[in-house]
Structure formats: structure tokens, C-alpha cells
């Protein structure tokens, strides 16, 4: 399992070509809470990685069932070892 620490900035995801999604420099938020994250085989950036967050990770009010996308830089990403 992998997640990011929060206070961690985060850079959204927007639809573009195809429906593929790809960083949105525009929108960056801070996680507000530390996010166990679903790490995505994507094209999109060389300097980012894609990954699935919790939407309460970022937003208040969001429903813990939904995952959205997000992409990080590299060393943000932290790895749990199994106990």
C-alpha cells in the first residue's frame, strides 16, 4: 500500500483529448488529511505520477467512497510496509 502525507500539494486532473485525463496546472490543492492511494499507469507527464485519492483527502465535505485522480511529484509517493 502507498499513500501521500497530508499537507501534501496535489495538481487535479482535467479531461482532455480522447477523455483521457491529464494534470491541470491551474488546480492544485492541499490534502487535508494523510491519503492511502491507488497508483495509475497513465500517460500525461513526465515530471508527475498518477494516482487515486480519497475525495475527503482533498475536499471536506466529499464522499469517502469516491476516488478521483491526481498527480503528484515522485517523491511524495510513501510506501506502508505490510505488519
Same mark, same amino acid.
Do not use: C, Y
Given at each position: 500500500?502507498?499513500?501521500?502525507?497530508?499537507? &501534501?500539494?496535489?495538481? #487535479?486532473?482535467?479531461?482532455?483529448?480522447?477523455?483521457f485525463f491529464y494534470p491541470d496546472p491551474n488546480s492544485i490543492e492541499t490534502l487535508i488529511a494523510d491519503a492511502d492511494?491507488?497508483?495509475l499507469i497513465w500517460v500525461g &507527464?513526465?515530471?508527475? #505520477?498518477?494516482v487515486l485519492v480519497p475525495e475527503t483527502s482533498i475536499f471536506?465535505?466529499?464522499?469517502?467512497?469516491?476516488m478521483i485522480p491526481v498527480w503528484?511529484?515522485?517523491e511524495m509517493l510513501?510506501?506502508?510496509?505490510a505488519t
Open positions: 500500500m502507498s499513500f501521500i502525507e497530508k499537507g &501534501s500539494e496535489v495538481v #487535479l486532473s482535467i479531461k482532455g483529448h480522447k477523455g492511494v491507488i497508483q &507527464s513526465i515530471d508527475l #505520477l498518477p471536506a465535505s466529499g464522499d469517502s467512497k469516491n503528484i511529484k515522485k510513501k510506501s506502508v510496509k
